[in-house]
T-cell receptor
Framework: AQSVTQPDIHITVSEGASLELRCNYSYGATPYLFWYVQSPGQGLQLLLK??????LVQGIKGFEAEFKRSQSSFNLRKPSVHWSDAAEYFCAVGPKAAGNKLTFGGGTRVLVKP | DSGVTQTPKHLITATGQRVTLRCSPR?????VYWYQQSLDQGLQFLIQ???????AKGNILERFSAQQFPDLHSELNLSSLELGDSALYFCASSVAGVSTGELFFGEGSRLTVL
C-alpha cells in the first residue's frame, strides 16, 4: 500500500531564510507527487506537482520540489520565506493508473519568525 | 477560490445525531472526493464518486454514507455520531475524465460533536 511520510511535524524558520520540507513515499512504482498548502481556516491549495520529466519542478509562490527516485523523496524548498508562508504543508502521492485518489502525509506546520 | 463549495462551514451537534454535509464541485468536474481531517488521523480519504457512481472507497465508517446526484453535487451523511467524529471534512473535485491527480479542495465543514 502506498504511504507518505513527512518526518517533520513542525518547523520554525526566520523570515528571509530558506526552507526545506521533507517528504518520503512508499509506492510500487513512481507515482504522481504533489505538495499542497493549507493556510489557517482554509482548504488545501496545490503548490506543485510532478508527473514525469524534469525532476525539479517549479510551483506557485516561489516554491520548488525535487524528485529523487533513488531516495523515494520529493522535498519542497523555498529560497527565502515570507511571513505569509506560515501554514501547513502536505505531501501527497497518487496512482498513475486511472483514478485520482491521493494519499497524504501527516503534514508539516511551518512557523515563520519575524 | 477553488470553485468547490461546501456547506455548512461549521456544525455543532450531539452524540447519536445525524448530519449531512454538502459539496458542489467545480463547474465541469465529474469526480468528487471526501476527506476527513483530524488531529490524530491527519487527512484520510473517505470516498470518491465519479459522475454519480461510487469509484473508490477509503477509510469510511459504516455509519457514514455518501452519494453524488445528477447535478453532480455530493452529500456526505454521518449518523450515530460519536465524539471521535469531530473533524474537518473536506470535499474535493477533479477534472472530468482526466487522471491528472490534481484535486481542488473546498474550505471544509468543521463538525463538532458534543
Amino acid at each position: 500500500a502506498q504511504s507518505v511520510t513527512q518526518p517533520d511535524i513542525h518547523i520554525t524558520v526566520s523570515e528571509g531564510a530558506s526552507l526545506e520540507l521533507r517528504c518520503n513515499y512508499s509506492y510500487g512504482a513512481t507515482p504522481y507527487l504533489f505538495w499542497y498548502v493549507q493556510s489557517p481556516g482554509q482548504g488545501l491549495q496545490l503548490l506543485l506537482k510532478y508527473f514525469s520529466g524534469d525532476t525539479l519542478v517549479q510551483g506557485i509562490k516561489g516554491f520548488e520540489a525535487e524528485f529523487k527516485r533513488s531516495q523515494s523523496s520529493f522535498n519542497l524548498r523555498k529560497p527565502s520565506v515570507h511571513w505569509s508562508d506560515a501554514a501547513e504543508y502536505f505531501c501527497a502521492v497518487g496512482p498513475k493508473a486511472a483514478g485520482n485518489k491521493l494519499t497524504f502525509g501527516g503534514g508539516t506546520r511551518v512557523l515563520v519568525k519575524p | 477560490d477553488s470553485g468547490v463549495t461546501q456547506t455548512p462551514k461549521h456544525l455543532i451537534t450531539a452524540t447519536g445525531q445525524r448530519v449531512t454535509l454538502r459539496c458542489s464541485p467545480r463547474s465541469g468536474d465529474l469526480s468528487v472526493y471526501w476527506y476527513q481531517q483530524s488531529l490524530d488521523q491527519g487527512l484520510q480519504f473517505l470516498i470518491q464518486y465519479y459522475n454519480g457512481e461510487e469509484r473508490a472507497k477509503g477509510n469510511i465508517l459504516e455509519r457514514f454514507s455518501a452519494q453524488q446526484f445528477p447535478d453532480l453535487h455530493s452529500e456526505l451523511n454521518l449518523s450515530s455520531l460519536e465524539l471521535g467524529d469531530s473533524a474537518l471534512y473536506f470535499c474535493a473535485s477533479s477534472v472530468a475524465g482526466v487522471s491528472t491527480g490534481e484535486l481542488f479542495f473546498g474550505e471544509g465543514s468543521r463538525l463538532t460533536v458534543l
